[in-house]
């Protein structure tokens, strides 16, 4: 009677593992709603951003495409904290980000995120090491802790012989890969990739784009990544086409055709 008792909890055990399991999966991890950002140059607005919507579910990995000047980098920079709405919100982990408090938000971005930026925004006179310690020494890390992860990430990008290089020492897909290791410092959830090949010759962008693609499999890092290279896109779950500060189509990739130079929606 007790093994019949037991099979049946370890049963709705595994039934409700099952239903959190997919409740994860279903709740978005990134969403922005009818966000607007306009700048001004002098009394000129520019409206970078008009009401944009578009959400992520957690484990995804989703390319933006859009013409240069349609708002990709002002998008995630609104995801990324880095910037404020000016209407409408982003929600990280179903908390609206306007609600955090300046430390708070710190946090979110320390651990949350990791930001791969088109330029590498890499420190110029610190070593690779230092560059990819950087993020876990301002998140309180041990000294000897941060350095060994340090290491551990720059050989799992390829650069176990470049730890002690600094940045004018390095190729642009040696620099791209360190800024990689940087963002994964503190095992973000989330990753922004903007234009993360836009710099490198097509043979490094691909070896980028497959590191990308293997820390999304490995380890369920959502990845978001602006991108022109169609060979991200293939790798990609949905894709968004933004133009002038909007979402213009969201598409899964299998609803897609990708022939050379041209990625076309299905409709
Ligand atoms: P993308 O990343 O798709 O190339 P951006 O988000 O960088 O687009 O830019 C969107 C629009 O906002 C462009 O017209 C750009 O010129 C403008 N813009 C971006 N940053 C600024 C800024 N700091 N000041 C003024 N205009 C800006
Ligand atoms: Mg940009």
Redesign the pocket.
């Known amino acids: 009677m007790s093994d019949v008792l037991e099979e049946e909890s370890s049963a709705k055990q595994e039934e409700e593992e099952r239903l959190q399991r997919e409740l994860l999966f279903a709740t978005h991890i990134v969403r922005a709603i009818d966000v607007s950002k306009t700048?001004?140059?002098g009394a000129e607005p520019?409206h970078?951003?008009r009401g944009i919507n578009f959400s992520v579910r957690r484990g995804e990995y989703v390319a933006i495409m859009?013409?240069?000047?349609?708002?990709?980098?002002?998008?995630?920079?609104m995801i990324g904290g880095l910037d404020k709405p000016e209407t409408g919100r982003v929600f990280i982990d179903e908390v609206d980000i306007a609600a955090l408090d300046s430390i708070e938000l710190a946090w979110l971005r320390c651990h949350k995120i990791g930001y791969i930026f088109q330029t590498f925004n890499l420190l110029r006179v610190a070593t690779a090491l230092d560059n990819v310690m950087m993020p876990m020494l301002f998140a309180g890390m041990q000294h000897s802790d941060a350095q060994d992860k340090a290491v551990a990430l720059l050989e799992r990008v390829g650069l176990g012989k470049r730890i002690l290089h600094k940045p004018v020492e390095m190729s642009g897909g040696q620099q791209q890969r360190v800024a990689i290791a940087r963002a994964l410092a503190n095992s973000p959830s989330i990753l922004l990739a903007?234009e993360p090949t836009g710099n490198l010759d097509a043979t490094t962008g691909l070896q980028i784009i497959e590191l990308m693609k293997e820390l999304n499999e490995s380890e369920g890092v959502t990845v978001i990544c602006?991108t022109h290279d169609h060979k991200m896109l293939d790798l990609s779950d949905r894709i968004a086409w933004?133009r002038d500060?909007r979402v213009e189509r969201f598409k899964k990739r299998s609803e897609i055709t990708i022939t050379e130079g041209r990625a076309d929606a299905r409709e």
């Open positions: 700048y001004y140059l520019v970078a951003l859009g013409p240069s000047g349609s708002g990709k980098t002002t998008l995630f920079n903007d602006a933004i500060g």
